[in-house]
């Protein structure tokens, strides 16, 4: 017996090895493109609230694993679920995290008492101002275009449950692709 199996090893074509091969290759690489597009996808920016750093039209990789892990951090761009209406999808920078008292004078962001660098700010919208203090498993985010941005100051706090991923690379166009501030 032992002396038939290995006769049908050696009588084995070629051909058939390397078909099998090529099957178990697209198997191993549509699980591959799956687990991918589980993770990460492509999203198209709509609208000016985040330039001058990421403008209409412009192509970036969303990580959804990051909010699911929990590792959202103050800086971080984010798409996230329109509280208001949640067909449509907003990009805009969290600013501060749960627990964090928030504060908005003048336009300037202050963070449990400190003064928020914000170097992605163009221009600081001078008519804001509130203070809150962001509730567990919530964020506070604003567009880096303060004037023409609806964010936090306009319909609250987004729940962690409402964010889609977080951005760190644009894609398109070439001229600009690259890792976000």
Known sequence: MQGEAQ?????????????EALW????????????????FHVSIVRGGSMSPGIHDGDRILVDQLGPLLG????????????PLDPRYDYIKRVVALPGE????????VWID??????????????????????????YFVMGDNRRH??????FGVVAGEQLVGVVG???WPLERAGALP
């Open 71 to 82: 590792s959202v951090a103050r800086g971080d761009i984010v798409v996230l679920r329109c």
């Open 169 to 171: 690379v644009r894609l």
């Open 113 to 138: 008492g400190f003064e928020l660098e914000e170097p992605y700010v163009e221009r600081q919208d001078p008519r804001s101002a509130l203070r809150m203090v962001v509730p567990d498993d919530s």
């Open 149 to 154: 941005s609806s964010d936090s100051r306009e």
């Open 24 to 39: 178990t290759g697209a198997k191993a690489g549509a699980l591959l493109v799956a687990l991918y597009m589980s993770l």
């Open 7 to 19: 006769e049908q090893l050696v009588e084995q074509p070629v051909a058939g090895r390397s078909v």
């Open 101 to 108: 008292t928030v504060e908005v004078r003048h336009g300037r």
